[in-house]
């Protein structure tokens, strides 16, 4: 197919749950450059749901119905569950599509780079969603590191953490390790990219995993990793989504001071509640949420950038138009997956 010239990209939603519905959807229906053509669910109370939101897609159940309207799209994104996603991936390039994946990517690496060269083999761009690039509050310690306001940095903490003792309430309460499946491949896929993208390549990884689920078969619930990063910056990521009580989102220490920020971002939980990616509110931290910049006893509030979800599809855009690189370099999620990959072959 090679680049895109005709606007808008015409676009395929694969599923309709969390990320279908609360992210690829709106942030597709809100951006001029793209066309919401089909979304495909086997749901139909999410199938009466997409069709209410979007009554200009076409609502199809299965991704057999989708690749059947193949001509008539540019583009798919894949909001399913990761044991799906080569499968999914692997057809959409087969039939000229570009290809975005929800991460995780895959479930093993060897999947991620047959897909690579499938994608670079067929002429077509393949790219994963790692929206957490374009959270508020990483956008913000990039701005620091950039100022050098830290002094040299010497470790870097980071959580994603909740009180979620019932589950989440979807496939990662079940889908397997060799599936997907599990807290480290699912929030490590954003915690490992985030720290790479700071601080560059890694030396060394270490980690820690657990199930404290009620499931004894099931995947990781809770996990720890350490990366040393060939800058010499320590990482230290925790994943729980049993934390009774949360630790910091980011915990920098730095030769001159350290920012220390408490909090998830809020682009999710508005986009959720049916926020507007367009909407002036859209994106900005309110003052009680920014991070502190100092050290103890002199530090101050640090102004958070706005959150920029949408920023994906803008880069996205330009790239199959032949106008600039993909947002994602699927290379990145590849090496995360060796990490994780690494991780679990010695948990």
């Keep these: 197919m090679g680049k895109v010239t005709a606007a808008p990209i015409r676009t395929a939603v694969v599923g309709f749950g969390i990320s279908g519905k609360v992210f690829h959807a709106p942030l597709i229906a809100a951006d001029a450059d793209y066309s919401l053509d089909v979304i495909v669910t086997a749901d139909p109370a999410r199938a009466a749901e997409a069709a209410r939101l979007y009554p200009h897609a076409r609502i199809v159940p299965s991704p057999?119905?989708?690749f059947a309207l193949a001509g008539d799209l540019d583009l798919v994104i894949l909001g399913t569950p990761p044991h799906t996603h080569f499968d999914l991936a692997a057809t959409a390039i087969a039939h000229g599509l570009h290809v975005v994946v929800d991460k995780p990517f895959v479930p093993t690496s060897a999947q991620g780079e047959e897909l690579i060269a499938l994608a670079s083999d067929g002429g077509v761009q393949l790219t994963v969603f790692q929206n957490r690039r374009w959270d508020a509050d990483f956008l913000t310690l990039k701005k620091l590191l950039r100022s050098a306001a830290l002094g040299e940095v010497r470790t870097f903490e980071s959580r994603f953490e909740w009180w979620r003792p019932e589950g989440f309430g979807n496939w990662r309460d079940s889908v397997s390790l060799a599936e997907g499946g599990g807290i480290l491949h699912d929030l490590g896929a954003h915690l490992i990219d985030q720290a790479i993208q700071l601080f560059g390549p890694v030396e060394?990884?270490?980690?820690?995993?657990?199930n404290r689920g009620t499931n004894p078969d099931a995947a990781d619930t809770e996990a720890f990793v350490s990366l040393l990063h060939e800058s010499g910056v320590r990482s230290r990521l925790w994943m729980n989504g049993m934390a009774a009580r949360v630790g910091p989102?980011?915990?920098v220490l730095g030769a001159e001071s350290g920012y220390t920020k408490w909090g998830l971002d809020g682009q999710e939980p508005a986009l959720a509640a049916g926020m507007s990616p367009s909407d002036p509110a859209y994106g900005v931290d309110p003052q009680e949420s920014w991070g502190l910049l100092g050290v103890d006893g002199a530090a101050s509030p640090v102004p958070a950038e706005r959150g920029a979800y949408p920023e994906f599809y803008v880069q996205l855009a330009a790239a199959l138009r032949g106008e600039g690189p993909?947002?994602?370099?699927?290379?990145?999620p590849l090496e995360v997956l060796q990490i994780i990959e690494g991780i679990h072959a010695l948990a």
């Design 64 to 66: 057999e119905e989708m």
């Design 326 to 332: 993909l947002p994602v370099d699927p290379t990145g």
């Design 249 to 251: 989102r980011f915990h």
């Design 204 to 210: 060394k990884s270490y980690g820690e995993t657990a």
